[in-house]
């Protein structure tokens, strides 16, 4: 109940992490 | 309001607990929302956000903060002004002030503190997998602002994906208003027209769950 199931991988520099980090 | 147990911290002295902000929900959890639940805030802060726009003159104002995103007992998701709002008031907060906001920009923010959400806890070296209609939007509310739609060949010719791929992307290439990603997030269930039920029945779960799990905590403390 409530859990979130995902997946990870390594932070790839054309990535939406990547992509949100220069913003903020 | 619950009669049990404290209250959720950050809650305001006195009153009953009929919300929670998303970053109460973090904290508590101490993971990060699920995709459903992400799809179901952006839809349900949006419905709020456009409403504010036709029946108020409610300044417009980034999201800085999961603190800010307000999830009501009842499912509805709002939009607070910061805890210190002092540094938007300033005459020199200029773009960022919200007085000059656009809706554009304040979709961006949206985006941005959706995407920390569901990055909630991971290692910098670390991306969650999401799934490509949901990176997309969220990609797409991020990039808002810079992609003004002329831009959008941009992120076609960097992404040589699938026709579908190719497809989705224009369908979602042209984010302007609040109603643009309503309809979005309508678009990713089976039926669009069961959006308004559906993300306010996951957002009323999201409340009841979280609560459910404070008192919990709370009892075994």
Partial sequence: ?24 | ADGEGPRVPGEAAGGSQDELSLEEILLLYNQPINEEQAWAVCYQCCGSLRSAVTSSSQPRRRVRSAAQIRVWRDGAVTLAAPASDTEERTPAAGKSGYSHCTETEVIESLGIIIYKALDYGLKENEERELSPPLEQLIDHMANTVEADGSNDEGYEAADEGLEDEEDEKKKISAIRSYRDVMKLCAAHLSTESEAPNHYQAVCRALFAETMELHTFLTKIK
């Fill in chain 1, 1 to 24: 109940k409530g859990k979130s199931l995902y997946k990870i991988k390594p932070r790839h520099d054309s990535g939406i992490k990547a992509k949100i980090s220069m913003k903020t």
